[in-house]
């Protein structure tokens, strides 16, 4: 009996010592979903590489929270530029009907200190976006013919420090000091819209590469960790400082995200994530913007309000550390007349050492 009683102790003394010697931020939910940023630190000397790739879905157009027919987003036939429905000014020379926003990401973290770990991301986007015709000259085919425009390249680059303020074996507080530098062009030409025979034309805010200023992002994360599931709060923001050589500056944008990832084991967890994003138009005028012809090229038509839900899964395996979401829309109230966002994927691979 003592020897059963002697083992019983043994047990579970063995399993207490287990649960604290478990490195708590070294599981399966150490990093946020795949959509969230400066979420988690690293000890000193610890180096992270990671690739993270994401693609938006973005087809139809919304007026408010209205979705508008291709037919009613090119407006009635008239002359340029624009016809005014409603009080607010739809396109004429043509619509954007879809785009595809794909984002290769570089991220690469190491922790300074214990407490401040540095930051830096470059992002290659892949902009395509499909249109059809308006009846304005169209010297590249009629009304309700199609065009799709192309653009890629280095984006603006993200850079920064994060500072836990608060951390102890069940939660942290970290202060995001964030910016971004503007390597990302702002200013391309195309001749597709006039199926090559027309000059050549800028391309619009949506398929440019960067913000063409400096920003500023900071953000503050808020976590808690339990035995068998932890949770997060986020608020991140970006800001541009000043504007452009073009003369204008894009939106200032402010992102409220919470989640909850479950353990499933110690190295594979789920994740479900709300996302409230909030974009103000842009400021300023941009000096190209020689046509308001087609809405991508209307400053006061990008900002909005955005309700995503993220449904995700983070692994690690043999130290390596896989991350992934599928991030539906669910609401939004866009200012103008723009495509609405349907849903994006979001997925990384990284490792620490
Ligand atoms: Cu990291």
Redesign the pocket.
């Known amino acids: 009996m003592s020897r059963f009683v002697a083992l019983t102790i043994a047990l579970v003394l063995s399993h207490v010592a287990t649960a604290d010697d478990r490195d708590r931020f070294g599981l399966a939910d150490k ?1 946020a979903p795949a959509g969230i940023m400066g979420d ?1 630190m ?1 000890e000193k000397g610890e180096w ?1 590489v ?1 690739y993270k790739y994401m693609n938006m879905y973005m087809e139809d157009n919304r007026r408010g929270d209205d979705k508008v027919s291709d037919q009613d987003a090119i407006g009635p036939p008239g002359p340029p530029p624009g016809i005014v429905v409603d009080g607010i000014q739809t396109n004429n020379g043509a619509t954007p009907t879809q785009m595809t926003m794909e984002m290769h990401m570089a991220h690469i ?1 190491y922790g300074a200190t214990d407490d401040i770990s540095l930051y830096t991301m470059l992002m290659l986007p892949s902009l395509t976006m499909d249109h059809i015709r308006g009846d304005a000259p169209n010297p590249g085919g009629p009304r309700g013919s199609e065009f799709t425009t192309h653009n890629s390249g280095f984006g603006d680059t993200a850079f920064g420090a994060l500072v836990r303020l608060l951390g102890d074996d069940d939660e942290e507080l970290i202060l995001n000091l964030g910016c971004s530098v503007p390597t990302g062009d702002i200013y391309r030409e195309t001749t597709n819209p006039s199926g090559g025979f027309g000059p050549p034309q800028p391309l619009p805010f949506p398929m440019r590469l960067g913000s063409g200023t400096f920003n500023a992002r900071p953000g503050i994360t808020y976590k808690r960790f339990s035995d068998w599931w932890s949770w997060g709060l986020q608020f991140q923001t970006d800001i541009p400082i000043g504007r452009n050589y073009r003369g204008y500056s894009v939106s200032d944008e402010f992102r409220l995200n919470s989640w909850t990832s479950i353990l499933l084991t110690d190295k594979w967890a789920l994740s479900v994530r709300k996302e409230h994003v909030w974009k103000t138009a842009f400021d300023g005028t941009d000096s190209s913007a020689n046509n308001a012809v087609i809405s991508t090229n209307v400053e006061e038509f990008r900002g909005g309000y955005w309700y995503n839900l993220g449904i995700g899964t983070q692994m690690s395996l043999h130290g390596h550390y896989f991350n992934a979401e599928i991030v539906p829309t669910l609401y939004q109230n866009l200012d103008g007349i723009q495509l609405e966002t349907d849903f994006a994927v979001i997925a990384s691979w ?1 490792k ?1 050492w």
């Open positions: 990093h988690h690293h992270m990671e973290m990284s620490a």
